[in-house]
């Protein structure tokens, strides 16, 4: 990263925090419900130190790993029956936008009622949240793949199984890759409206008993955290693999 994007980051940032701050000293909202940057960083490493934050954070993490291993397995297999199948695809393939286009938090009552308060509740979120994006960018994959080369391998004989995994899989890797990048994302969300109406441990339990308690200062900081985590793990993960792989193809 260059030098001049991260001073303007950072200089933009300062900004944002100087403006909060103002805001704050004015007194346009009470302390209670708006504290102070001070107060939301002394919140934030008290969590740390005390050792709160870290078992939410891991806690969500395998939350979060379970299920989204679960929704990339099941979304695979999904996009590649609608990527293959045309009579699959004119059936189920419009049924998947529907499902896709729900807000994860619409899951929450529904795993609520079929296992309760329970860990597997927030990973039946997560699957839900991550599955039908992960199956539109696999069937898209499959779809896309240019017909050229798959007539040019039937030319050579390759025909049935062996043209899939030797030709239509290495052609599908880049946009397979764009499907885990969202899935990541629609998994991460999926997983704080998850654990928002839990009583198991994680971030977004916690998020809900410092509301319930009027701590501010907290609410505030998991917001933060659970942003920082989402932009650096796209950003330092999921972002350069697609890139990886995208200039490997020879698309960028």
Request: hydrophobic share 55%; net charge positive; no cysteine.
């Amino acid at each position: 990263m260059k030098w001049n994007i991260v001073i303007k980051r950072v200089l933009f940032l300062l900004v944002i925090l100087a403006i909060w701050q103002i805001i704050f000293s004015m007194e346009v909202f009470p302390a209670v419900t708006f504290p102070s940057p001070v107060k939301v960083f002394t919140a934030l490493y008290e969590g740390f130190a005390s050792g709160d934050f870290v078992f939410a954070l891991l806690a969500s993490f395998k939350h979060l790993f379970s299920g989204m291993s679960l929704a990339i397995l099941f979304g695979t297999i999904i996009g590649v029956i609608l990527g293959k199948s045309k009579q699959a695809d004119e059936t189920a393939g419009m049924y998947l936008i529907a499902l896709q286009s729900i807000p994860s938090i619409v899951w929450v009552p529904l795993a609520i009622m079929l296992f309760g308060f329970t860990e597997f509740s927030v990973v039946f979120v997560i699957v839900l949240g991550g599955t039908f994006v992960m199956a539109m960018n696999v069937r898209s994959a499959i779809r896309n793949v240019p017909p050229q080369m798959v007539r040019a391998a039937r030319t050579m004989g390759t025909k049935g199984f062996a043209l899939f995994y030797r030709v239509e899989v290495p052609a599908s890797i880049p946009y397979f890759m764009s499907g885990l990048r969202l899935a990541w994302a629609f998994s991460w969300r999926a997983l704080m409206a998850g654990e928002l109406l839990s009583n198991g441990p994680g971030l977004g339990y916690t998020l809900s008993y410092a509301q319930d308690y009027a701590r501010m200062d907290q609410v505030i900081g998991i917001i933060i955290i659970i942003g920082v985590i989402g932009a650096l793990v796209d950003h330092f993960v999921f972002s350069k693999m697609e890139k990886t792989v995208m200039k490997r193809w020879g698309l960028l």
